[in-house]
């Protein structure tokens, strides 16, 4: 008797336990690690060959170029106005000088800062950010990323485009969403070149002219890991151009470089955000609810087990009737 109502209350108690359990993890701990870190430190590196026109020569140059980008976050800034406050540096470097330690020697250098909802990735206009308005994704994309569209910020041209989804790509044994983005040509600035760069007759005085950047980008490619939203690689073809003020056609290249993500950057990524996948995919899938349907039933047998067991409840006998009569002397009837 017991040992029956023993077992009944801890199957009743291990019920409850899943039945509680399943819920929390879904509606109150899944809320509070689905979000972005504000320490987030990661560098990113891509390099490819390309062409770049030397400011120091005036002249054009072709070698591998290669794009590093750091991102840090501002942990204090970020828990001060409880949004994600992200300072962003890029630096791209010719062979020339890539080995400089002094970032403002790099070929080209900008420098960002993204302050974004945790949940959602939309742009917060505070804390002096200057990236990311406007667009849904940057250097991370929602959770759950889906099938679709997404705005995505370039931050060459300073704005954001949309990026498709085209399909799936597998890293490291684990697939990932593919978005591709088109930048069409947009203005980017001033410099000041030799005249002759854009076909100009050389001045007197030996002076510079002021031309017109012009950026665009045929194919800007990420890969995401579809429920941390975190790209983890990706491509991109970046195109600069000059041309007088005002004017509509391209008189010379400074930049044209096919940029890959290279494989250590592309490997230490898909480790840094592999564990987060893994437990954001345990309480986003049927885990959760699969322990509340366990739980209920748990619930269901833990108090038949009570009932039946209770002092008084009724018990099942065998049906009995009137004894029969014994059988004549001899066995036989006559």
């Known amino acids: 008797m017991h040992?029956?109502?023993?077992?009944?209350?801890?199957?009743?108690?291990?019920?409850?336990?899943?039945?509680?359990?399943?819920?929390?993890?879904?509606?109150?701990?899944?809320?509070?690690?689905?979000?972005?870190?504000?320490?987030?430190?990661?560098?990113?590196?891509?390099?490819?060959?390309?062409?770049?026109?030397?400011?120091?020569?005036?002249?054009?140059?072709?070698g591998t170029l290669t794009a590093t980008r750091h991102a840090l976050g501002d942990v204090a800034e970020g828990k001060r106005v409880g949004k994600a406050v992200w300072d962003i540096s890029i630096r791209l470097d010719t062979p020339q000088t890539i080995h400089l330690p002094d970032a403002r020697q790099a070929f080209n250098l900008s420098v960002h800062r993204w302050v974004f909802d945790r949940h959602t990735t939309t742009s917060s206009p505070c804390c002096g950010g200057d990236t990311g308005?406007?667009?849904?994704?940057?250097?991370?994309?929602?959770?759950?990323?889906?099938?679709?569209?997404?705005?995505?910020?370039?931050?060459?041209?300073?704005?954001?485009?949309?990026?498709?989804?085209?399909?799936?790509?597998?890293?490291?044994?684990?697939?990932?969403?593919?978005?591709?983005?088109?930048?069409?040509?947009?203005?980017?600035?001033?410099?000041?070149?030799?005249?002759?760069?854009?076909?100009?007759?050389?001045?007197?005085?030996?002076?510079?002219?002021?031309?017109?950047?012009?950026?665009?980008?045929?194919?800007?490619?990420?890969?995401?890991?579809?429920?941390?939203?975190?790209?983890?690689?990706?491509?991109?073809?970046?195109?600069?151009?000059?041309?007088l003020p005002g004017g509509s056609k391209d008189l010379a290249t400074a930049l044209d470089v096919q940029l890959q993500a290279t494989d250590a950057t592309e490997k230490a990524l898909v480790d840094k955000f592999a564990g987060k996948h893994d437990g954001l995919a345990l309480l986003t899938g049927p885990v959760p609810y699969g322990m509340a349907g366990l739980g209920a039933l748990g619930v269901a047998a833990g108090c038949v087990l009570l009932l039946r067991g209770r002092p008084g409840a009724p018990r099942h006998r065998q049906a009995t009737g009137p004894a029969p009569e014994p059988a004549p002397a001899g066995g036989a009837l006559r």
Request: glycine share 10%; charged share 15%.
């Open 133 to 243: 308005m406007g667009a849904d994704a940057y250097l991370k994309y929602p959770f759950n990323t889906g099938h679709h569209s997404y705005r995505v910020w370039d931050s060459t041209a300073g704005k954001a485009f949309r990026a498709d989804y085209t399909g799936t790509r597998t890293l490291y044994g684990r697939t990932f969403n593919q978005y591709t983005m088109i930048v069409p040509p947009t203005p980017i600035g001033t410099i000041q070149v030799p005249p002759a760069v854009v076909g100009q007759p050389t001045r007197k005085d030996g002076s510079l002219i002021t031309v017109e950047e012009w950026y665009h980008n045929p194919a800007a490619v990420n890969l995401v890991d579809p429920l941390t939203g975190a790209p983890v690689g990706g491509s991109s073809h970046q195109i600069v151009t000059l041309r």
């Open 3 to 62: 040992g029956r109502r023993i077992v009944a209350f801890l199957v009743l108690g291990l019920g409850i336990f899943l039945l509680v359990l399943g819920p929390m993890l879904r509606w109150f701990v899944l809320p509070r690690v689905q979000v972005a870190p504000y320490d987030m430190d990661f560098t990113d590196i891509s390099s490819g060959p390309g062409t770049y026109l030397d400011p120091a020569t005036g002249k054009t140059e072709s």
